[in-house]
């Protein structure tokens, strides 16, 4: 799993009809400093907003968390993060 910040929703007209209904959502990835490392997309399976600290499955995680595992989803928001403590 990553841990990610929302940073803003995409929507796309044109797509595969697999991915109808889904909300797509720019996720910056973050390391365990919360630093910036890298940026995905991600489909959300857990109702998260802008701004919002989250969980991100990848790969067959993020199929399977989808329902189908022939949704072509790489990378799926499965929770919305409370707190962090070390």
Do not use: H
Not at 7 to 22: I, P
């Amino acid at each position: 799993m990553l841990l990610g910040k929302v940073t803003g929703s995409l929507w796309s007209t044109r797509k595969d009809e697999k991915l109808n209904g889904w909300k797509l959502l720019m996720v910056d990835v973050l390391d365990e400093k919360e630093t910036k490392i890298g940026f995905i997309v991600a489909a959300d399976n857990a109702g998260a907003g802008v701004g919002d600290k989250v969980l991100i499955s990848k790969g067959q995680a993020a199929r399977i968390s989808a329902g189908d595992p022939d949704t072509p989803i790489d990378a799926m928001i499965v929770g919305v993060i409370d707190s962090i403590e070390e």
